[in-house]
């Protein structure tokens, strides 16, 4: 058995984004045959995400990139998140396929 390891890209991405937000937060969603999806939320309130192909992968590259994995989404750390009126008009046209 192979063990996969982040790409540098996918760390340098974590680590860009927690420094540019104050430190950052991450939970890892599952998202089928795409992968996971790394939900980032800044100790700003700014939220973004990243891609990996699995959530293995997702959960060593936070750690590479010094970002904490929170196991769900918590009542604190959704308080602190801020979205924007163009964010959730943009969330509402996107999809995720399958």
């Known amino acids: 058995m192979t063990l996969e390891h982040p790409n540098a890209g996918l760390i340098t ?10 430190g950052a937060k991450g939970v890892i969603e599952y998202v089928g045959k795409r992968g996971a999806r790394i939900v980032l939320v800044g100790n700003d309130g700014e939220w973004g995400d990243q891609f990996a192909d699995s959530t293995d992968i ?3 590259a936070c750690v590479r990139a010094g970002i904490t994995v929170e196991n769900e989404w918590e009542r604190e750390l959704i308080e602190l998140m801020r979205p924007t009126n163009d964010l959730w008009r943009s969330m509402s046209k996107r999809t995720l396929t399958r």
């Open 13 to 22: 991405g974590l680590k860009e984004f927690a420094a540019a937000h104050g």
């Open 58 to 60: 997702a959960r060593e």
